[in-house]
């Protein structure tokens, strides 16, 4: 098991890469290393609550507030403190990762086996409705579903939700697809027929033979969907489909809020969440980018050969 | 220096994962002009990567070290517009696979056209008409037969052996001194591989074209090659004219590898009678259609076949590619369906079987596949593989699964600390033995072989032999030999039934089949299969041409 473990995290990936792919795979880990930290203790980085308006003793922090000692970062025009809600939004960011990716994971690679194994008019089927959601705008579909979901907005945890199960329906097609490909291909190969030839079931074939086969992909598309999710959950909170802002902080909502602030030269409000967007975006890009390159011998640099 | 090429001291190297890989280590050679030069060896001896060296062919991980000059040029110094230049004009190549070497895409003549475009003939590059005709010239030249029309025809429209015809006309076309030819027969039938050999002879005996010929088959090397180059890990372990090789080689590596061929030698043809057994397989009027998509018809692949196959008794299916052999193993070991005839299979009728009842007989039909390299799940043990069957069909515990895999690891000669070794971790031949092992895991009744051994080198070849040979007398189980190499069946087989686009045309002792054959398509395959011997060949060749009406 452990070995298992250790063939699907970047580790070896890692003391297989070279040069400029090493750098960048280092420096990606690095930003995605950071974030979770981030978001495991904003508890204790935050000094004020996402959500909290006032000082200990009932004085209000006061809107768009340059950043000085209190407020590192200045407030928003709601009056919330910056560094605190930036600190918090790389909770829900990770939140949503976690339950877009993982749902979409699950079903995405099941439905595929299947539509591979079983082919047929089922096969059919599935292709054109993963083909039907491609052909949709993303962002309009997550609208949508939030709104079927949540009604528009909602607390912390359902709207977590919502934005994760939105994702999600976008994400399944790709899981569906890359699954599908490896599943047919392996279909052929001989060591599938050799166990029907000793006469196995179609279960034993599909779960001992095929899968765990056919799972390499899929730590690729896992890294590049997680930056996309972000991508979506902030485009939802930009448009005012996300969580509510006093049930978790999000880096889109506040984004949103700080529009009108960047004519008025107030450029605290926005820098700050947008380069979080962007940096975590960038720190799973840069692991996906170099992961995809890696699993490639093609795209593989490796040292000089030397000849003794 | 009357040399055409010359090679000195050359070092080639890979970068891998692993560090770097030396793949040619210090080799020198020298070829005269209109001689042909065979550099064999096994896989991994470094053969190819010399010859990609000669046009600098190799991917980017390699480093190279050394002189490679031909016709006085230091091709190693060349710069890229100076050695696309040479591509074509001073040396070009054939490959193996002419399938993939021609784009898809592209009308043939277009093809060859452009390749003549983008050099200059005498100074200026030629109109597109001149090309044309030039192209038309060559394809007349290596015989594809109404060249003007089929100069726009795609390359799915060719056979095989006329696809290499059109690639051997495209590296000739700009009258290169040297070809370097990388197996260019492997990939196709002994009949057709044939013909391209005498193509070769004649280019090389009317044009004066020097050969570099790479392969591992004795039998092209005795049939065309003026000298030979044994290499071994990368390096030349023997070099000499082809009689001083064949008939007194020196080096310790070459007599192996020249006693590890199969070969057909002349001999009584014996029709030993067939033993009164069990019948196990019984095919009567058996048909095998694969049905046709939407515009394609449907394909007829076995033809009224009428077979049976005794206890104890080993046949060997013969034939091309497309004559159905692997059809018909396939189909008794009930992975396809039989359209209609009748095929009992240990008292199963396999023509509209359902998987249940045919579930309880499989447990008695072992098959070693082809490809060892892919007939093992890579994420389980060699143990776990092999324990599959039993896992599968008897339910038997963990404890008893491994006593029992240990015992076949040891009987087909596999120190028994493989079984907790990954399928990668094992050579080639290392694995078909495992694969054997698997095969025989439940001590089947018949034994389905399909090319076991036609992946393999021939040294590791002929131990795989002997041990199927070995194994078949010790638990006397029956088996279908599927090959397409005459020598190899001719070792292992009882008896040997020919097949030729889906048909039977003949089938009998083995003895009898090879050493009198009967049927004319019999006698010409016998005739095509190159015999690792010069003089030997030199006669047979002879012989082909008796039997090649209007060659």
Same mark, same amino acid.
């Given at each position: 098991m452990l070995k298992r473990i250790w063939k699907i995290t970047p580790l070896k990936q890692l003391r297989m890469s070279f040069g400029v792919q090493r750098v960048m795979l280092i420096l990606g880990l690095a930003i995605v290393g950071f974030f979770i930290f981030v978001a495991t203790f904003a508890d204790l980085i935050a000094p004020y609550d996402f959500a909290q308006l006032q000082y200990e003793d009932g004085t209000y922090f006061g809107s768009q507030i340059p950043p000085s000692a209190e407020h590192i970062w200045g407030t928003t025009v709601g009056g919330f403190d910056v560094f605190s809600r930036v600190i918090f939004g790389t909770r829900t960011a990770i939140a949503v990762i976690f339950v877009a990716v993982s749902l979409s994971i699950v079903i995405g690679v099941l439905l595929g086996l299947a539509s591979g194994y079983i082919s047929g008019w089922l096969d059919r089927f599935l292709v054109l409705v993963a083909d039907a959601v491609y052909a949709f705008p993303s962002l309009l579909l997550a609208i949508a579903l939030s709104i079927v979901i949540s009604g528009g907005r909602s607390g912390f945890w359902s709207g977590i939700l919502a934005a994760g199960l939105s994702i999600t329906v976008i994400f399944i097609p790709q899981y569906y697809r890359a699954m599908r490909a490896e599943t047919l291909r392996i279909k052929q190969e001989a060591f599938v027929e050799s166990a029907k030839v000793l006469g196995a079931s179609n279960g034993r074939i599909l779960f001992r033979h095929i899968f765990r086969n056919a799972t390499r992909t899929l730590p690729i598309i896992f890294t590049l969907n997680a930056s996309e999710a972000i991508l979506t959950l902030a485009g939802l909170g930009f448009l005012g489909f996300g969580i509510d802002p006093t049930m978790g902080a999000e880096w889109g909502y506040d984004l949103n809020r700080s529009v009108a602030d960047v004519s008025a030269g107030i450029w605290w409000t926005s820098i700050f969440p947008g380069s979080a967007i962007v940096l975590v975006v960038l720190g799973i890009t840069l692991v996906g980018e170099s992961l995809n390159d890696l699993a490639d011998p093609r795209l593989r640099k490796r040292q000089v050969a030397v000849i003794e | 220096m009357s040399n055409l090429l010359k090679i000195e001291n050359l070092k080639v190297s890979f970068a891998t994962d692993g560090g770097s890989n030396k793949a040619v280590d210090g080799l020198s050679l020298e070829l005269e002009p209109g001689k042909v030069m065979a550099v064999v060896g096994e896989s991994g001896s470094g053969k190819s990567v010399t010859s990609q060296t000669v *046009? $600098?062919? *190799? $991917?980017?991980t390699a480093r190279t070290e050394g002189l490679v000059m031909i016709s006085g040029q230091d091709v190693l110094s060349f710069s890229r517009s100076q050695l696309r230049r040479a591509r074509g004009e001073l040396a070009s190549m054939i490959f193996q696979e002419p399938a993939t070497a021609l784009n898809p895409v592209f009308p043939i003549g277009w093809q060859i056209s452009q390749a003549i475009r983008s050099h200059k003939i005498a100074g200026q590059t030629p109109s597109k008409k001149e090309a044309k005709e030039l192209a038309i010239e060559m394809l007349t030249k290596v015989g594809i037969p109404n060249p003007a029309e089929r100069y726009g025809y795609y390359p799915h429209q060719f056979s095989g052996g006329q696809k290499q015809r059109i690639l051997i006309a495209a590296a000739l076309a700009l009258k290169p001194k040297l070809i370097i030819a990388d197996e260019p027969t492997t990939a196709l039938d002994v009949t057709v591989q044939a013909e391209i050999l005498d193509l070769l002879r004649s280019f090389q005996q009317e044009l004066g074209i020097a050969i570099l010929l790479i392969t591992h088959n004795m039998g092209v090397v005795a049939d065309l090659a003026d000298y030979v180059a044994v290499m071994y890990q990368g390096k030349i372990v023997e070099r000499g004219s082809i009689r001083e090789v064949f008939y007194e080689p020196q080096a310790d590596y070459t007599k192996k590898l020249l006693n590890a061929v199969p070969k057909i030698l002349p001999a009584e043809p014996k029709d030993t009678p067939r033993p009164e057994a069990p019948v196990l397989v019984e095919a009567k009027d058996l048909n095998i259609i694969y049905p046709g998509r939407l515009n394609t018809p449907a394909f007829h692949a076995i033809k009224d076949l009428n077979l049976e196959i005794r206890a104890g008794e080993v046949i060997g299916l013969v034939g091309e590619s497309g004559s159905g052999k692997t059809t018909i193993g396939r189909t008794i070991a009930g992975l396809n369906r039989a359209t209609s005839g009748s095929l009992q299979v240990l008292g199963q009728e396999l023509v509209g079987f359902s998987e249940k009842d045919f579930r309880p007989i499989r447990k008695r039909i072992g098959f070693v596949f082809q490809d060892p390299a892919s007939s093992f799940n890579p994420l389980l043990t060699i143990g776990d593989c092999i324990a599959e069957p039993m896992a599968i069909q008897e339910q038997t515990g963990d404890k008893e699964n491994r006593a029992r895999v240990l015992e076949l690891l040891d009987a087909v000669q596999l120190p028994t600390a493989f079984a907790d070794r990954f399928p990668h971790e094992l050579s080639g031949g290392q694995r078909q033995r495992a694969s054997l092992a698997r095969a025989l895991a439940l001590r089947p009744d018949l034994v389905i072989a399909d090319e076991p051994t036609s992946a393999l080198d021939v040294s590791v070849q002929a131990v795989v032999l002997e041990l199927f040979a070995k194994l078949q007398q010790e638990l006397n189980f029956a088996a279908v030999f599927i090959t397409h190499d005459l020598a190899v069946v001719n070792q292992v087989a009882d008896r040997i039934a020919v097949l030729k686009e889906g048909v039977l045309v003949e089938e009998g002792a083995a003895s009898r089949v090879m050493q009198a054959p009967q049927h004319p398509y019999t006698k010409r395959l016998l005739a095509s299969h &190159?015999? &690792?011997?010069p003089d030997l060949q030199a006669k047979h060749r002879e012989e082909l041409r008796r039997l090649t009406p209007g060659a």
């Amino acid at each position: 098991m452990l070995k298992r473990i250790w063939k699907i995290t970047p580790l070896k990936q890692l003391r297989m890469s070279f040069g400029v792919q090493r750098v960048m795979l280092i420096l990606g880990l690095a930003i995605v290393g950071f974030f979770i930290f981030v978001a495991t203790f904003a508890d204790l980085i935050a000094p004020y609550d996402f959500a909290q308006l006032q000082y200990e003793d009932g004085t209000y922090f006061g809107s768009q507030i340059p950043p000085s000692a209190e407020h590192i970062w200045g407030t928003t025009v709601g009056g919330f403190d910056v560094f605190s809600r930036v600190i918090f939004g790389t909770r829900t960011a990770i939140a949503v990762i976690f339950v877009a990716v993982s749902l979409s994971i699950v079903i995405g690679v099941l439905l595929g086996l299947a539509s591979g194994y079983i082919s047929g008019w089922l096969d059919r089927f599935l292709v054109l409705v993963a083909d039907a959601v491609y052909a949709f705008p993303s962002l309009l579909l997550a609208i949508a579903l939030s709104i079927v979901i949540s009604g528009g907005r909602s607390g912390f945890w359902s709207g977590i939700l919502a934005a994760g199960l939105s994702i999600t329906v976008i994400f399944i097609p790709q899981y569906y697809r890359a699954m599908r490909a490896e599943t047919l291909r392996i279909k052929q190969e001989a060591f599938v027929e050799s166990a029907k030839v000793l006469g196995a079931s179609n279960g034993r074939i599909l779960f001992r033979h095929i899968f765990r086969n056919a799972t390499r992909t899929l730590p690729i598309i896992f890294t590049l969907n997680a930056s996309e999710a972000i991508l979506t959950l902030a485009g939802l909170g930009f448009l005012g489909f996300g969580i509510d802002p006093t049930m978790g902080a999000e880096w889109g909502y506040d984004l949103n809020r700080s529009v009108a602030d960047v004519s008025a030269g107030i450029w605290w409000t926005s820098i700050f969440p947008g380069s979080a967007i962007v940096l975590v975006v960038l720190g799973i890009t840069l692991v996906g980018e170099s992961l995809n390159d890696l699993a490639d011998p093609r795209l593989r640099k490796r040292q000089v050969a030397v000849i003794e | 220096m009357s040399n055409l090429l010359k090679i000195e001291n050359l070092k080639v190297s890979f970068a891998t994962d692993g560090g770097s890989n030396k793949a040619v280590d210090g080799l020198s050679l020298e070829l005269e002009p209109g001689k042909v030069m065979a550099v064999v060896g096994e896989s991994g001896s470094g053969k190819s990567v010399t010859s990609q060296t000669v *046009l $600098r062919m *190799l $991917r980017e991980t390699a480093r190279t070290e050394g002189l490679v000059m031909i016709s006085g040029q230091d091709v190693l110094s060349f710069s890229r517009s100076q050695l696309r230049r040479a591509r074509g004009e001073l040396a070009s190549m054939i490959f193996q696979e002419p399938a993939t070497a021609l784009n898809p895409v592209f009308p043939i003549g277009w093809q060859i056209s452009q390749a003549i475009r983008s050099h200059k003939i005498a100074g200026q590059t030629p109109s597109k008409k001149e090309a044309k005709e030039l192209a038309i010239e060559m394809l007349t030249k290596v015989g594809i037969p109404n060249p003007a029309e089929r100069y726009g025809y795609y390359p799915h429209q060719f056979s095989g052996g006329q696809k290499q015809r059109i690639l051997i006309a495209a590296a000739l076309a700009l009258k290169p001194k040297l070809i370097i030819a990388d197996e260019p027969t492997t990939a196709l039938d002994v009949t057709v591989q044939a013909e391209i050999l005498d193509l070769l002879r004649s280019f090389q005996q009317e044009l004066g074209i020097a050969i570099l010929l790479i392969t591992h088959n004795m039998g092209v090397v005795a049939d065309l090659a003026d000298y030979v180059a044994v290499m071994y890990q990368g390096k030349i372990v023997e070099r000499g004219s082809i009689r001083e090789v064949f008939y007194e080689p020196q080096a310790d590596y070459t007599k192996k590898l020249l006693n590890a061929v199969p070969k057909i030698l002349p001999a009584e043809p014996k029709d030993t009678p067939r033993p009164e057994a069990p019948v196990l397989v019984e095919a009567k009027d058996l048909n095998i259609i694969y049905p046709g998509r939407l515009n394609t018809p449907a394909f007829h692949a076995i033809k009224d076949l009428n077979l049976e196959i005794r206890a104890g008794e080993v046949i060997g299916l013969v034939g091309e590619s497309g004559s159905g052999k692997t059809t018909i193993g396939r189909t008794i070991a009930g992975l396809n369906r039989a359209t209609s005839g009748s095929l009992q299979v240990l008292g199963q009728e396999l023509v509209g079987f359902s998987e249940k009842d045919f579930r309880p007989i499989r447990k008695r039909i072992g098959f070693v596949f082809q490809d060892p390299a892919s007939s093992f799940n890579p994420l389980l043990t060699i143990g776990d593989c092999i324990a599959e069957p039993m896992a599968i069909q008897e339910q038997t515990g963990d404890k008893e699964n491994r006593a029992r895999v240990l015992e076949l690891l040891d009987a087909v000669q596999l120190p028994t600390a493989f079984a907790d070794r990954f399928p990668h971790e094992l050579s080639g031949g290392q694995r078909q033995r495992a694969s054997l092992a698997r095969a025989l895991a439940l001590r089947p009744d018949l034994v389905i072989a399909d090319e076991p051994t036609s992946a393999l080198d021939v040294s590791v070849q002929a131990v795989v032999l002997e041990l199927f040979a070995k194994l078949q007398q010790e638990l006397n189980f029956a088996a279908v030999f599927i090959t397409h190499d005459l020598a190899v069946v001719n070792q292992v087989a009882d008896r040997i039934a020919v097949l030729k686009e889906g048909v039977l045309v003949e089938e009998g002792a083995a003895s009898r089949v090879m050493q009198a054959p009967q049927h004319p398509y019999t006698k010409r395959l016998l005739a095509s299969h &190159p015999i &690792p011997d010069p003089d030997l060949q030199a006669k047979h060749r002879e012989e082909l041409r008796r039997l090649t009406p209007g060659a």
